[in-house]
């Protein structure tokens, strides 16, 4: 079957659908700003991941983490949400969609005022920090002067244990919570949408297929072409801002 290919076949898939997950990736972001890390000039072309046994394990790796966090050299956050942000959250305040999984950590979905409950982060959030071992929460801005001032790498105030910004490194686990969250939301939608994914990186990409093979819809937007093209009911290779505008609820 040949998937459907025009904006006016996505917004009726939208309108007849009553339960929507949307599935973003860096795609949605590149467009504030926010250079997919995977892409030639993005962040890993740069500078090597500091993986999570080495923060563990090396307090000069942990400092040159607190560094890049501290002077925004991987990009990650101070980025403002774009119109395919604000297009999402209009689908989550009008009902149609019921939560939006992320593979970002950037805090857009929030700042575009998706409420939090409704965000699901596979790779968890790099705009604060949590500690290791009681998973207490700190602001950045409250670790940043101790750092930067007095060379402190910060320790939990609760419990004495490390604090990390709240991403999934490389070589962490993938978040128990957050993966339940999304097969469960995977599979009571009747429409999956992803907007800006390139589908690669198991095991989120599994999502899509997830909610497919249980009968939902699928509905893909990525400049590129994705994995997952073949699979779809319809694929769209444009701009997210444009088309989530002209398609989203007004
Ligand atoms: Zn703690």
Same mark, same amino acid.
């Given at each position: ?51 999570? $046994? ?68 596979? =790779? ?47 070589? $962490? ?63 769209? =290779? ?13």
């Amino acid at each position: 079957m040949v998937p459907a290919m025009s904006r006016s076949d996505l917004a009726r898939m939208i309108d007849e659908a009553r339960r929507v997950v949307v599935f973003t990736g860096a795609g949605i972001s590149t467009e504030s700003g926010i250079p997919d890390f995977r892409s030639p000039g993005g962040v890993w072309s740069r500078m090597k991941p500091i993986y999570f $046994q080495e923060f563990v394990g090396d307090p000069a790796k942990r400092r040159e983490a607190w560094t890049r966090a501290f002077t925004g050299a991987a990009g990650w956050v101070g980025a403002q949400p774009n119109a395919g942000h604000y297009a999402v959250a209009k689908l989550v305040a009008s009902g149609k969609a019921v939560a939006v999984i992320t593979q970002n950590v950037d805090n857009l979905h929030q700042d575009s005022g998706v409420p939090p409950e409704r965000v699901i982060e596979l =790779h968890g959030n790099a705009s604060y920090a949590k500690c290791l071992d009681c998973e207490e929460r700190h602001e950045l801005a409250e670790l940043k002067d101790s750092f930067l001032k007095a060379g402190e790498i910060p320790y939990c105030r609760c419990c004495g244990g490390l604090v990390k910004t709240a991403t999934i490194s490389f070589g $962490q686990a993938m978040p128990p919570e957050p993966m339940a969250r999304a097969q469960e939301a995977a599979l009571a939608c009747d429409l999956f949408l992803v907007l800006g994914s390139s589908l690669v990186v198991y095991p989120a990409a599994g999502f899509p297929l997830l909610a497919k093979r249980n009968g939902a819809a699928l509905a893909i937007v990525n400049r590129e072409p994705t994995e997952l093209d073949g699979y779809a009911d319809l694929v769209l =290779h444009e701009e997210i801002g444009a088309v989530m505008s002209e398609v989203a609820p007004a």
